[in-house]
């Protein structure tokens, strides 16, 4: 930590360090993650997952604006202690829209903040148009690529669970017969998707009765 604070010319050891990243593939379901280290280790019960609200479509920019406002808006209400040192996942783009929440919620100048952009492994500072390259095999370059990297795989795992709910989801509406109103209640008494493509024909009797349950069973177990 001593070492990162010296590399990343930083005011204080970075004991608590925050990374987020954002997962769209193909412009579907945009989400986002953040997650903590503590004393350069990860501190896994403080990972968060964020669904995108705010903005329509895909826009990697409007996402980091929402979610780091979003997380530190929360942190300050909750009076929980801040990090010393934010990772934004992207260069300057990213950067600046994640700047824009610092400023929002009067932050700037009391959190370090730095961008690393993939190619190269550029670090890229507030107003500091020329990037930072640290030594590749220095250990402060190592913490910053684990947060990195388990940002992103963190995004990547919630994101695959969206989209395989949705195609679920989805499934069940194609099937001859089944409507919405059917598909809600049988969400209702199942809770997902999942649950109901596994279900035996006499529970989906109780809920929907003996037409539409045997069109269901027999979509699943042909």
């Known amino acids: 930590m001593s070492q990162m604070k010296v590399d990343l010319r930083l005011n204080d050891e970075p004991r608590h360090i925050e990374c ?26 403080e990972y968060r997952h964020f669904n995108i609200k ?9 996402s980091m604006t929402e979610v ?3 997380r530190y808006k929360r942190l300050l209400e909750e009076k929980q202690p801040l990090p010393q040192l934010i990772i934004i996942d992207g260069g300057k783009g990213q950067l600046s829209s ?18 690393i952009a993939k190619r190269l492994e550029e670090l890229f500072y507030p107003n500091d148009p020329i990037p930072l390259y640290l030594n590749k095999k220095g250990e402060t370059l190592k913490v910053i690529q684990q947060l990195r990297n388990e940002a992103h795989r963190f995004g990547i795992e919630h994101h695959r669970n969206k989209r395989s709910k949705s195609a679920l989801n989805t499934e069940l509406e194609t099937i001859p017969g089944i409507g919405d109103k059917t598909v ?6 199942f809770k997902s998707a999942k649950r109901i493509s596994y279900a035996k024909v006499d529970e989906l009797e109780e809920v929907i009765g003996v037409s539409k349950a045997q069109k269901i069973y027999n979509y699943y177990n042909t």
């Open 184 to 189: 809600i209640e049988l969400l209702k008494h």
């Open 98 to 115: 994640a700047l824009k929440s610092l400023d929002k919620l009067n932050l700037r100048g009391k959190i370090a903040i730095i961008g």
């Open 68 to 70: 780091v406002y979003r």
């Open 54 to 62: 705010t903005v329509e479509g895909p826009d990697d920019f409007a």
């Open 20 to 45: 987020f990243d954002n997962s769209n593939i193909q412009g579907t379901h945009p989400v986002a993650a953040c997650v903590v280290f503590k004393n350069g280790k990860p501190s896994k019960k």
